[in-house]
């Protein structure tokens, strides 16, 4: 979220929700503790402290995880920031001016698309619409909450690096034909993520796959 786009898009939530008397709420941590790895769990709580350390300094109002063993955490760095208030709508952030320009703009200096950007993102997603498939809509995977939108993000990412030439076509089939997942999912996959036009959402089409899935 720290990245020029990002936080051109965070800064500017914040300011458009004061500026009308709206919370701005904050990103979900979808971190899941694990039982097992007390190592994975602490990076992974620095992590939770760091962002939303950010969030209450940017002037969020609140902010949301993905399990309740990280509300503790979340709520001791708005405690920092909020004290006894219950909100900080004061904070109209008229020093963000945010233009339509930086919004896209994904270019990261010092940074470029990796082919384990590209395999996680394929990863998450297959694996994320075989079990919507299956009715599920909020899964763990690898110790992170994904539900549509984050899928929807992995997706989206996908599709505009393919289109920008950050990575091929081929590159993301041989990350796809990896996957264990149902054959239903993997082509959902390709013609969300590579068709030719970007489409709307990618649960639009999985709606009409949901009769062919076996109960």
């Given at each position: 979220?720290?990245?020029?786009?990002?936080?051109?898009?965070?800064?500017?939530?914040?300011r458009?929700?004061?500026?009308?008397?709206?919370?701005?709420?904050?990103?979900?941590?979808?971190?899941?503790?694990?039982?097992?790895?007390?190592?994975?769990?602490?990076?992974?709580?620095?992590?939770?402290?760091?962002?939303?350390a950010?969030?209450?300094?940017?002037?969020?109002?609140?902010?949301?995880?993905?399990?309740?063993?990280?509300?503790?955490?979340?709520?001791?760095?708005?405690?920092?920031?909020?004290?006894?208030?219950?909100?900080?709508?004061?904070?109209?952030?008229?020093?963000?001016?945010?233009?339509?320009?930086?919004?896209?703009?994904?270019?990261?200096?010092?940074?470029?698309?990796?082919?384990?950007?590209?395999?996680?993102?394929?990863?998450?997603?297959?694996?994320?619409?075989?079990?919507?498939?299956?009715?599920?809509?909020?899964?763990?995977?690898?110790n992170?909450?994904?539900?549509?939108?984050?899928?929807?993000?992995?997706?989206?990412?996908?599709?505009?690096?393919?289109?920008?030439?950050?990575?091929?076509?081929?590159?993301?089939?041989?990350?796809?034909?990896?996957?264990?997942a149902?054959d239903?999912?993997?082509?959902?996959?390709?013609?969300?993520?590579?068709?030719?036009?970007?489409?709307?959402?990618?649960?639009?089409?999985?709606?009409?796959?949901?009769?062919?899935?076996?109960?």
């Amino acid at each position: 979220m720290t990245v020029p786009f990002m936080k051109a898009y965070t800064d500017l939530l914040v300011r458009t929700c004061h500026k009308r008397g709206a919370h701005a709420i904050g990103g979900m941590a979808a971190f899941i503790p694990s039982r097992k790895d007390p190592v994975v769990n602490e990076v992974a709580l620095a992590n939770v402290r760091n962002d939303k350390a950010r969030e209450a300094t940017s002037g969020f109002d609140g902010t949301w995880v993905a399990h309740p063993g990280l509300v503790t955490t979340a709520m001791a760095e708005f405690d920092k920031v909020l004290g006894d208030r219950e909100n900080q709508l004061e904070r109209l952030r008229e020093d963000v001016g945010v233009t339509a320009e930086q919004l896209i703009d994904f270019e990261i200096p010092g940074r470029s698309v990796t082919p384990e950007g590209v395999r996680v993102n394929v990863s998450v997603v297959v694996r994320y619409l075989d079990a919507w498939l299956r009715g599920s809509g909020a899964v763990a995977i690898d110790n992170l909450m994904e539900e549509a939108a984050t899928a929807e993000i992995s997706r989206a990412q996908i599709w505009s690096w393919v289109k920008a030439g950050k990575t091929t076509r081929d590159a993301v089939e041989a990350e796809l034909a990896m996957v264990e997942a149902s054959d239903a999912a993997k082509q959902l996959f390709a013609e969300v993520a590579l068709g030719e036009t970007f489409v709307e959402f990618l649960t639009v089409p999985a709606y009409e796959r949901l009769a062919d899935v076996p109960a």
